[in-house]
């Protein structure tokens, strides 16, 4: 069942989140099940909106990518982004 994503970063910049997707970005296959990903800029930091096809999905990426996270400077924190079932979504153009 399909998920939203939504993760509010307080303290990160665009330049910590660049830096760290490009490293995810050479990453195989850490995107796996990510159906779509938004970063926007917010009062002090960036919030990210995502859909995952699962919820397990998700937690594997997050697994993976929290170390490379901290490798990057970002701060380690048990505050976890708020997950909500998915009724339906769809892509204009794709007939949803």
């Known amino acids: ?9 307080s303290g990160i910049t665009t330049d910590q989140y660049d830096a760290l997707n490009a490293r995810l970005q050479t990453t195989p296959d850490i995107f796996d099940g990510c159906v779509s990903h938004t970063c926007v800029k917010a009062d002090g930091g960036l919030e990210i909106f995502d859909v995952w ?5 998700m937690n594997a990426f997050a697994a993976r990518m929290m170390p490379i996270a901290a ?9 976890g982004p708020e997950v909500m079932t998915v009724h339906n979504y769809w892509a204009p153009g794709t007939g949803g």
Do not use: K, N, R, Y
């Open 1 to 9: 069942m399909a998920i939203f994503v939504h993760a509010v970063l």
């Open 53 to 57: 096809e699962t919820e397990e999905q």
């Open 71 to 79: 490798e990057e400077g970002w701060p380690v924190t048990d505050a």
